[in-house]
């Protein structure tokens, strides 16, 4: 299996490692940590160093209970950075983390080839146009509510076939709209409980049925520190067994903070089950 990257193909037969680059300062776990060009530098060279195949970079928080900042405030902290890592680190694959079609057009323009929406194109109508245009890949999320009100007792009659049906919808909007490269991404802690995340990831095997890549974003998630008692900054040991049994359901994708470790779970996860 293969996505296309602005007409480079990746091989996610082996799954792979995406770097979370948070650009706010106010995201859950390591908001603030990139607050000039020196460290933003510093944090890429060190994914891709680690073994990172795509750099995600995002400028306005998506944890629970955050306000959505403005479109140019947005920009202002994205575009300056896709700039500075396509300067240095030419090669990287890039991905823009929003919700805003303006936003996804600048960075593609920028040297984004992938865009990832935790609202799969439903809370800006120019969305799946945009992604169409640029040929990018899009990573279609799902989430219920909004992020200011996601958490707030979530309720679905039976959460994996609402999710799956919230898929059967988007992806043919997708195809209509006319985009080819498309990766699916349940959406833990996304509106849904502890309960409701766990059926997820140990049922993530059976979303394959879409015949699409899979994405997982569980790194340091509120689902681990819930269960272990943990804050996010404790959670990594918890993080690598959620992602391992992830792999083992034919995860293609990892979305994490901790590169190194994410890598070393999908190399012993492949020893294993080559």
Not at 7 to 13: A, C, E, H, K, T
Not at 45 to 62: P, Q, T, Y
Not at 168 to 173: F, L, V
Request: contains cysteine.
């Amino acid at each position: 299996m293969t996505i296309n990257c602005g007409g480079q193909l990746i091989d996610i037969s082996v799954p792979v490692v995406m770097g979370i680059m948070n650009l706010s300062p106010d995201s859950f776990y390591d908001g603030g940590k990139i607050n000039d060009e020196t460290s933003l530098l510093q944090q890429a060279e060190r994914m891709l160093e680690e073994g990172a195949s795509m750099l995600d970079l995002g400028g306005m928080s998506s944890r629970p209970g955050a306000v959505l900042i403005n479109e140019e405030d947005e920009l202002k902290r994205v575009l300056p950075a896709i700039i500075a890592i396509r300067k240095h680190f030419p090669e990287a694959l890039l991905s823009i983390d929003t919700i805003r079609a303006k936003v996804a057009e600048e960075a593609c323009l920028a040297g984004a080839t992938i865009v990832n929406d935790i609202s799969a194109g439903r809370l800006d109508e120019a969305m799946l146009e945009t992604v169409a245009k640029h040929r990018a890949v899009f990573i279609a999320m799902h989430m219920k509510g909004m992020p200011a009100d996601m958490q707030i007792q979530p309720e679905y009659l039976n959460v994996l076939n609402e999710v799956m049906d919230f898929f059967t919808e988007r992806i043919a909007t997708c195809r209509k709209a006319g985009i080819m490269n498309i990766v699916i991404d349940p959406g833990f802690g996304f509106g849904k409980n502890v309960v409701h995340n766990f059926m997820l990831l140990r049922n993530l095997r059976l979303f394959h049925e879409f015949n699409l890549p899979v994405m997982a974003g569980l790194s340091r998630k509120s689902m681990i520190g819930m269960v272990l008692g943990v804050t996010p900054d404790k959670a990594l040991n918890g993080t690598t067994s959620a992602q391992t049994i992830a792999l083992l359901n034919g995860v293609n994708l990892l979305r994490v903070h901790d590169v190194k470790e994410a890598v070393e779970v999908v190399k012993i996860v492949q020893a294993t089950f080559p």
